[in-house]
């Protein structure tokens, strides 16, 4: 299995960016895909996760602003990201767990993107 994330880059605070997260290598309409992110001298975080149902869940910071979503025939899953602000800035990442419901916990995931770099400035 196979994922790249890809969409990152520097926005100003207040601005939109949308992450896309491509699947190879699985059936991926059965899994579940997560979102996460790494802060400069910080642990990795879960940001969000969406079901194979289509059933979303976020970290409740992020409620409200972040929304996850999935195109099943293209392979991929989208972060789009509103309201950006200085402190979500991090490194984001995509990953797939073997079930089809999500969850919050990394470990419970099997494959991991790369990661793409997300600045906003103040």
């Known amino acids: 299995v196979q994922l790249q994330a890809f969409g990152g880059g520097f926005v100003q605070a207040g601005g939109s960016l949308r992450l896309t997260c491509a699947a190879s290598?699985?059936?991926?309409?059965?899994?579940?895909m997560g979102w996460f992110r790494q802060a400069p001298g910080k642990e990795r975080e879960f940001v969000g996760s969406?079901?194979?149902?289509?059933?979303?869940a976020y970290a409740d910071s992020l409620k409200g602003r972040f929304a996850i979503s999935r195109d099943n025939p293209k392979n991929t899953v989208a972060l789009q990201m509103n309201g950006l602000k200085p402190e979500d800035t991090a490194v984001y990442y995509c990953?797939?767990?073997?079930?089809?419901?999500?969850?919050?916990?990394?470990?419970?995931?099997?494959?991991w993107g790369q990661g793409t770099q997300v600045t906003v400035s103040s």
């Open positions: 290598g699985r059936t991926f309409s059965n899994y579940a």
């Open positions: 990953a797939i767990r073997g079930r089809s419901w999500g969850s919050s916990y990394q470990s419970d995931y099997d494959y």
């Open positions: 969406i079901w194979s149902s289509g059933t979303t």
